[in-house]
């Protein structure tokens, strides 16, 4: 079993602003945990509203479903203007999405090194892990890549309760 990122995004939620710092080395300013949290939201946190009211909104179509009904959005169409937070009925979208640049998470070469994440070590809400652990949809946790398992209730799952 290898180490994978665990996100959190019931503590990611209680942050106003993502500020992990990132080790990118290419791009020093880089938070390669929100694209990261955005693909997570989009994918376990939305309601994929069948009439979606944030894609409705948009005023330069940068967001749209993919053919599994999961949002995306292009950042290179996106002006940040945030009208799909404020159409959102349910709070999915989150103020830190939206910058001008979309940041790129490179893992920082995990590949069964032991490695120090800089984001896991400085989230001041400790919403990031790293950990030996395997996807376990039971204990809410799903996973978003090979690298990556996000902790989240999928609201399909709150119906049911």
Known sequence: ???KIVMDIMKCRTCSSCVVQCSYQHHPGNNGMMPLLEKAAFSFTCRRC?????IEVCPVDALEKDKNGVITRAANLCVACKSCIMACPFGTMMNSFFEVRKSVCDYCGMDGHDV???CIETCP???LSLEEIEEDPEQNLHRLNDKV???EIIWEKLKHE
């Open 149 to 151: 398992l996000v902790r």
């Open 116 to 118: 120090k994440l800089l």
């Open 1 to 3: 079993m290898s180490k």
């Open 50 to 54: 069948e009439d979606a009211p944030c």
């Open 125 to 127: 809400e400790k919403a």
